[in-house]
Protein backbone atom coordinates (compact mmCIF):
# COMPACT_ATOMS: atom_id res chain seq x y z
CA UNK A 1 0.00 0.00 0.00
CA UNK A 2 1.59 3.35 -1.35
CA UNK A 3 3.21 5.40 1.90
CA UNK A 4 3.25 9.12 1.06
CA UNK A 5 5.39 11.17 4.36
CA UNK A 6 5.69 14.92 4.40
CA UNK A 7 8.71 16.92 6.36
CA UNK A 8 8.49 19.48 8.22
CA UNK A 9 5.40 19.38 9.65
CA UNK A 10 5.64 23.47 9.73
CA UNK A 11 7.52 25.68 7.75
CA UNK A 12 8.14 29.20 9.31
CA UNK A 13 9.34 31.42 6.54
CA UNK A 14 10.01 35.11 6.37
CA UNK A 15 8.30 36.89 3.61
CA UNK A 16 10.30 37.20 0.55
CA UNK A 17 12.20 34.07 1.56
CA UNK A 18 12.38 30.66 -0.07
CA UNK A 19 9.92 27.75 1.62
CA UNK A 20 11.01 23.73 0.72
CA UNK A 21 8.48 21.06 1.35
CA UNK A 22 9.72 17.59 0.66
CA UNK A 23 7.82 14.22 -0.12
CA UNK A 24 8.79 10.91 -0.05
CA UNK A 25 6.53 7.85 -1.21
CA UNK A 26 6.92 4.43 -1.55
CA UNK A 27 5.40 2.66 -4.79
CA UNK A 28 8.25 2.48 -7.54
CA UNK A 29 5.21 2.26 -9.69
CA UNK A 30 3.97 5.57 -8.76
CA UNK A 31 3.78 7.80 -11.95
CA UNK A 32 1.55 10.70 -10.93
CA UNK A 33 2.73 13.89 -8.66
CA UNK A 34 0.48 16.90 -7.86
CA UNK A 35 0.85 19.64 -5.14
CA UNK A 36 -2.37 21.02 -3.66
CA UNK A 37 -2.85 23.95 -1.27
CA UNK A 38 -5.57 24.01 1.51
CA UNK A 39 -6.56 27.30 3.00
CA UNK A 40 -7.89 27.11 6.10
CA UNK A 41 -12.17 26.45 5.72
CA UNK A 42 -11.65 25.82 2.02
CA UNK A 43 -10.96 22.27 0.15
CA UNK A 44 -7.55 21.80 -1.08
CA UNK A 45 -6.39 23.23 -4.52
CA UNK A 46 -3.82 22.73 -7.10
CA UNK A 47 -1.25 24.22 -7.48
CA UNK A 48 1.44 22.13 -9.79
CA UNK A 49 2.21 19.05 -11.32
CA UNK A 50 5.03 17.03 -12.01
CA UNK A 51 4.80 13.31 -14.24
CA UNK A 52 8.68 13.41 -15.37
CA UNK A 53 12.17 13.35 -13.37
CA UNK A 54 13.70 17.06 -12.79
CA UNK A 55 12.31 20.23 -11.94
CA UNK A 56 9.38 21.78 -13.35
CA UNK A 57 8.52 25.73 -13.28
CA UNK A 58 5.73 27.55 -12.75
CA UNK A 59 5.78 31.40 -11.68
CA UNK A 60 7.54 31.50 -8.25
CA UNK A 61 6.87 27.51 -8.00
CA UNK A 62 9.76 25.09 -8.70
CA UNK A 63 9.02 21.02 -8.51
CA UNK A 64 10.93 18.38 -8.40
CA UNK A 65 11.33 15.10 -9.22
CA UNK A 66 13.09 12.56 -8.32
CA UNK A 67 11.40 8.53 -8.98
CA UNK A 68 14.23 6.44 -8.21
CA UNK A 69 14.79 8.24 -4.66
CA UNK A 70 11.07 8.23 -4.49
CA UNK A 71 11.46 11.71 -3.86
CA UNK A 72 9.30 15.01 -5.01
CA UNK A 73 9.57 18.26 -3.61
CA UNK A 74 8.05 21.63 -3.66
CA UNK A 75 10.16 25.03 -3.33
CA UNK A 76 8.48 28.58 -3.24
CA UNK A 77 10.05 31.30 -3.99
CA UNK A 78 9.47 34.93 -2.95
CA UNK A 79 6.78 33.52 -0.09
CA UNK A 80 4.31 35.65 0.35
CA UNK A 81 1.79 36.27 3.56
CA UNK A 82 -0.93 34.91 0.96
CA UNK A 83 1.30 31.64 0.58
CA UNK A 84 0.36 30.44 4.36
CA UNK A 85 -1.62 27.35 4.26
CA UNK A 86 -1.13 23.62 4.08
CA UNK A 87 0.13 21.71 1.33
CA UNK A 88 0.03 18.46 0.33
CA UNK A 89 2.32 16.08 -1.91
CA UNK A 90 -0.59 13.69 -3.59
CA UNK A 91 0.88 10.11 -5.46
CA UNK A 92 -1.27 7.83 -7.59
CA UNK A 93 -0.33 5.47 -10.02
CA UNK A 94 -1.69 4.78 -13.82
CA UNK A 95 -5.12 4.04 -13.72
CA UNK A 96 -5.33 4.04 -10.06
CA UNK A 97 -7.95 6.68 -9.97
CA UNK A 98 -7.25 6.72 -6.29
CA UNK A 99 -4.28 9.57 -5.19
CA UNK A 100 -2.66 9.13 -2.01
CA UNK A 101 -2.21 11.92 -0.12
CA UNK A 102 0.70 13.08 2.73
CA UNK A 103 -0.27 14.63 6.06
CA UNK A 104 0.72 18.36 4.83
CA UNK A 105 3.06 20.66 5.79
CA UNK A 106 1.78 24.06 7.33
CA UNK A 107 3.41 26.56 5.60
CA UNK A 108 3.63 30.51 7.59
CA UNK A 109 5.14 33.12 6.27
CA UNK A 110 5.05 36.39 8.42
CA UNK A 111 5.07 39.56 7.13
CA UNK B 1 -12.80 28.36 -8.95
CA UNK B 2 -13.33 24.94 -8.28
CA UNK B 3 -17.48 24.39 -9.34
CA UNK B 4 -17.52 21.57 -6.94
CA UNK B 5 -20.66 22.00 -4.61
CA UNK B 6 -21.10 20.26 -1.67
CA UNK B 7 -23.74 20.53 0.88
CA UNK B 8 -24.65 21.03 3.83
CA UNK B 9 -21.44 22.81 4.70
CA UNK B 10 -21.89 22.09 8.25
CA UNK B 11 -23.84 18.80 9.83
CA UNK B 12 -24.30 18.07 13.77
CA UNK B 13 -25.44 14.66 14.62
CA UNK B 14 -26.19 12.71 17.47
CA UNK B 15 -24.40 8.98 17.94
CA UNK B 16 -26.07 6.44 16.20
CA UNK B 17 -28.13 8.89 13.79
CA UNK B 18 -27.80 8.91 10.04
CA UNK B 19 -25.68 11.86 8.63
CA UNK B 20 -25.93 12.31 4.90
CA UNK B 21 -23.93 14.54 2.65
CA UNK B 22 -24.06 15.56 -0.76
CA UNK B 23 -21.83 16.50 -3.69
CA UNK B 24 -22.34 18.39 -6.67
CA UNK B 25 -19.02 17.15 -9.08
CA UNK B 26 -17.62 19.70 -11.28
CA UNK B 27 -20.01 19.51 -14.78
CA UNK B 28 -18.36 16.31 -17.80
CA UNK B 29 -16.46 15.11 -14.88
CA UNK B 30 -17.00 11.38 -14.35
CA UNK B 31 -14.96 10.43 -11.53
CA UNK B 32 -16.00 10.92 -8.12
CA UNK B 33 -13.76 11.05 -5.01
CA UNK B 34 -14.73 11.28 -1.35
CA UNK B 35 -11.93 11.81 1.26
CA UNK B 36 -12.47 12.14 4.73
CA UNK B 37 -10.22 14.31 6.16
CA UNK B 38 -9.73 14.63 10.14
CA UNK B 39 -8.76 16.88 12.68
CA UNK B 40 -4.47 16.28 12.27
CA UNK B 41 -5.49 17.27 8.20
CA UNK B 42 -4.64 13.60 7.56
CA UNK B 43 -7.02 12.39 4.28
CA UNK B 44 -8.72 8.72 3.98
CA UNK B 45 -9.96 7.71 1.32
CA UNK B 46 -13.12 6.44 1.02
CA UNK B 47 -14.93 5.73 -1.94
CA UNK B 48 -14.92 6.75 -5.65
CA UNK B 49 -16.98 6.96 -8.68
CA UNK B 50 -16.90 6.52 -12.47
CA UNK B 51 -20.16 7.89 -13.91
CA UNK B 52 -22.49 5.87 -11.65
CA UNK B 53 -20.43 2.44 -10.51
CA UNK B 54 -18.32 2.59 -7.50
CA UNK B 55 -14.47 1.99 -8.45
CA UNK B 56 -12.87 1.21 -5.30
CA UNK B 57 -13.89 1.37 -1.74
CA UNK B 58 -12.22 0.92 2.06
CA UNK B 59 -14.12 -1.50 3.90
CA UNK B 60 -15.61 0.87 6.45
CA UNK B 61 -17.42 2.48 3.79
CA UNK B 62 -18.83 -0.85 2.73
CA UNK B 63 -19.72 -1.66 6.15
CA UNK B 64 -21.05 1.77 7.72
CA UNK B 65 -21.75 4.13 4.14
CA UNK B 66 -24.00 4.30 2.12
CA UNK B 67 -23.04 6.47 -1.39
CA UNK B 68 -24.05 6.88 -4.70
CA UNK B 69 -23.94 8.78 -7.63
CA UNK B 70 -26.93 8.86 -9.80
CA UNK B 71 -26.69 10.20 -13.04
CA UNK B 72 -28.83 13.77 -13.27
CA UNK B 73 -28.82 13.98 -9.14
CA UNK B 74 -26.04 14.71 -7.13
CA UNK B 75 -23.86 12.25 -5.65
CA UNK B 76 -24.24 11.08 -1.88
CA UNK B 77 -22.46 9.82 1.29
CA UNK B 78 -24.35 8.25 4.66
CA UNK B 79 -23.22 7.57 7.26
CA UNK B 80 -25.79 4.90 8.68
CA UNK B 81 -24.78 5.53 12.44
CA UNK B 82 -22.44 8.18 12.98
CA UNK B 83 -19.95 7.63 15.44
CA UNK B 84 -17.91 10.36 17.80
CA UNK B 85 -14.85 8.55 15.80
CA UNK B 86 -16.70 10.47 12.12
CA UNK B 87 -15.88 13.66 13.18
CA UNK B 88 -14.25 15.08 10.43
CA UNK B 89 -14.63 17.20 7.37
CA UNK B 90 -16.04 15.18 4.36
CA UNK B 91 -14.25 16.22 0.96
CA UNK B 92 -15.78 15.49 -2.53
CA UNK B 93 -13.89 15.90 -5.04
CA UNK B 94 -14.11 15.72 -8.79
CA UNK B 95 -11.65 14.94 -12.01
CA UNK B 96 -12.41 14.62 -15.77
CA UNK B 97 -10.63 11.10 -15.50
CA UNK B 98 -7.57 9.05 -14.38
CA UNK B 99 -4.62 11.00 -13.20
CA UNK B 100 -5.69 14.11 -13.68
CA UNK B 101 -6.30 17.22 -11.62
CA UNK B 102 -8.71 16.66 -9.06
CA UNK B 103 -11.34 19.19 -8.15
CA UNK B 104 -12.37 19.85 -4.34
CA UNK B 105 -15.65 21.09 -2.58
CA UNK B 106 -15.30 23.03 0.37
CA UNK B 107 -16.40 19.86 2.55
CA UNK B 108 -18.81 19.29 4.78
CA UNK B 109 -17.81 19.42 8.36
CA UNK B 110 -19.32 16.66 10.68
CA UNK B 111 -19.70 16.67 14.19
CA UNK B 112 -21.23 14.14 16.23
CA UNK B 113 -22.06 14.83 19.60
Known amino acids: QQKVQQSPESLIVPEGGMASLNCTFSDRNSQYFWWYRQHSGEGPKALM?????GDKKEGRFTAHLNKASLYVSLHIKDSQPSDSALYFCAVSSGGNYKPTFGKGTSLVVHP | NSKVIQTPRYLVKGQGQKAKMRCIPE?????VFWYQQNKNNEFKFLIN????????QIDMTEKRFSAECPSNSPCSLEIQSSEAGDSALYLC???????????FGKGTRLTVV
Open chain 2, 93 to 103: ASSDSANTEVF
Open chain 2, 27 to 31: KGHPV
Open chain 1, 49 to 53: SIFSN
Open chain 2, 49 to 56: FQNQEVLQ
